[in-house]
């Protein structure tokens, strides 16, 4: 069921202040919502702030933190009356294996990535139900198909899946009138690489094909409207769960092959660089990264995922076609 328009909602996005939270915070402004961003880092804030104009705002909060979250919807409320769509995007990571994860790593990727969102999930929850809106969580394909070298994400991405799995179902059982929607991005030209804690020793980077934020971000915004249940971004994306799904044997051995190259530049990068895991970085990052070279700024996939009537109305047309020539040939046969 449709949503209210964007121009009439009050939306909050966490990690609003980077990455494809700040191209979400952007492009739903862009149509007219009142946007509040949430992140932990002030230079970030006051970027965001400024690009917002004067419906924006910018709340400095760990989702971490259950009474931060908490305080930040309290924020919202005083300042707006309402919560219209609360879009979970925060996270962080780390570029390790499995078996070498320091637990306080481990820890904080669960506490941010997965608690989090169910955070967010559990403050935000009573005015959702209120304005009857939305709960938005930015997900990721490595929900359903994890990689190596990143176990923390991948697990805390999957456990959120999970979760967010069962609320749904218990709105439907219990007619809670709040949609819960999941997105799940491929790899995205973020700053976030060159955030992330890493022993690589060398740059990180994300598994080819890349995009910009910008066209995730219009399909993230489009949720707020019209949610979806799960929504694969990128053509990455929707190979990487049909191949789970299909062959996840054969996704093993290509992961073996490719798995540690593909995620890294080859340039040198000291372990123990500054990495926003525990503590942000300085400075306003921005929505985009590095790769913009090597990134997509548009995806047909997931823009012909998001109007299936389209779909729907050519493969019907060329069936109509295809019999329209069928049967010429046997009238001509006939004849």
Same mark, same amino acid.
């Given at each position: ?18 990455? $494809? ?73 780390? %570029? ?16 941010? =990535? ?74 995205? =030209? ?20 890349? %995009? ?18 799960? $929504? ?87 069936? $109509? ?15």
């Amino acid at each position: 069921m449709a949503k209210k328009p964007l121009s009439e909602q009050v939306v909050v996005v966490t990690g609003g202040t980077a990455g $494809l939270g700040r191209a979400i915070a952007r492009a739903a402004a862009a149509q007219g919502a009142t946007v509040v961003v949430a992140a932990r880092d002030k230079d970030g804030l006051d970027g965001a702030a400024a690009e917002l104009g004067g419906d924006g705002h910018a709340i400095q909060a760990d989702v971490s933190s259950l009474d931060d979250c908490h305080r930040a919807v309290e924020e919202v409320l005083d300042r707006f009356g309402r919560i219209d769509t609360f879009c979970a995007n925060a996270m962080v990571t780390v %570029y390790r294996e499995a078996r070498e994860l320091e637990p306080d790593e481990l820890r904080r990727v669960i506490d941010v =990535n997965y608690f989090g969102a169910v955070n967010c999930y559990w403050a935000a929850l009573p005015a959702l139900v209120e304005s009857r809106g939305t709960f938005s969580h930015v997900n990721s394909a490595l929900a359903y198909r994890a990689i190596p070298l990143q176990a923390a994400y991948c697990s805390s991405k999957a456990a959120a899946r999970a979760f967010f799995e069962s609320a749904r179902v218990e709105h439907m059982k219990h007619d809670i009138p709040v949609a819960v929607t999941l997105t799940l991005p491929g790899a995205i =030209n973020t700053p976030q690489f060159d955030q992330a804690r890493q022993y690589l020793g060398k740059q990180p980077m994300p598994v080819p094909p890349i %995009y910009e934020p910008e066209p995730f971000a219009e399909a993230v915004v489009h949720t707020f409207v019209h949610p979806i249940r799960e $929504l694969p971004l990128g053509w990455g994306s929707q190979k990487a769960l049909w191949g789970q799904k299909l062959a996840p044997r054969v996704a093993d051995r290509v992961l073996v092959k490719q798995g540690w190259k593909g995620q890294h530049t080859g340039e040198e990068k000291p372990v123990g660089s500054p990495d926003n895991l525990f503590d942000p970085l300085p400075g306003d990052k921005g929505a985009r990264g590095r790769f913009s070279d090597k990134s997509r700024s548009s995806t047909i996939w997931t823009s012909l995922r998001l109007r299936r009537w389209l779909v729907g109305t050519a493969v019907v047309g060329f069936g $109509l076609a295809t019999m329209g020539v069928t049967n010429g040939r046997a009238k001509s046969l006939v004849r």
